[in-house]
């Protein structure tokens, strides 16, 4: 089976809620841009020339194996991926392991940026710590503070408690 059939980076499978946060995230507009183009195969590859009428050799410049697209290009071209790898991890052999979690920290880094939660990290719940009151020759003092930056507000409160 052709490894078209199996699917293809025209951006049908992403809802308009991402492209949404795509374009409202904190990334450089060129990055953007080229997530865009590369979703919706409009990448000047040899293929997509082609088919604008361009007259050019359709196949893969470094790897000759197959036609240069876009899946081609970015996933399925192994002349590509090597070439990212030196760029990208400065020439060291990674594996996948290594790979797995060079990316999770580049997710957490940009999603911290754009002020969104990381899925990769483990939340952990704070343990459920009840109110005592203090024993009878003391008094418990709680205090609290709150900020509403875009209201320009600050509350604070104070609880002085003794142990009736």
């Given at each position: 089976m052709d490894r078209r059939c199996l699917g293809s980076t025209?951006?049908?499978?992403?809802?308009?809620?991402?492209?949404?946060k795509?374009?409202?995230s904190y990334v450089p507009n060129k990055v953007k841009i080229h997530v865009w183009r590369a979703f919706h195969d409009a990448l000047?590859?040899?293929?997509?020339?082609?088919k604008r009428g361009i007259e050019v050799d359709k196949l893969?410049?470094?790897?000759?194996?197959?036609?240069?697209?876009t899946s081609h290009a970015f996933w399925y071209c192994l002349e590509a991926q090597e070439r990212?790898?030196?760029?990208?991890?400065?020439?060291?052999?990674m594996n996948a392991n290594?790979?797995?979690?060079?990316?999770?920290?580049?997710?957490?880094?940009f999603l911290v940026c754009n002020g969104l939660d990381n899925p990769l990290e483990k939340k952990t719940l704070a343990p459920k710590v009840l109110w005592h009151a203090?024993?009878?020759?003391?008094?418990?003092?709680?205090?609290?503070?709150?900020?509403?930056?875009?209201?320009?507000?600050?509350?604070?409160?104070?609880?002085a408690r003794d142990n009736v």
């Open positions: 025209s951006g049908g499978g992403l809802d308009s809620s991402w492209w949404g795509l374009w409202k000047p590859t040899k293929f997509s020339l082609s893969c410049p470094l790897c000759r194996d197959d036609l240069e697209d990212h790898n030196k760029w990208i991890f400065k020439n060291k052999m290594d790979v797995v979690a060079w990316a999770g920290r580049f997710l957490g880094d203090p024993s009878h020759d003391q008094i418990k003092i709680n205090v609290d503070a709150a900020v509403d930056s875009s209201l320009e507000y600050i509350g604070i409160g104070v609880a």
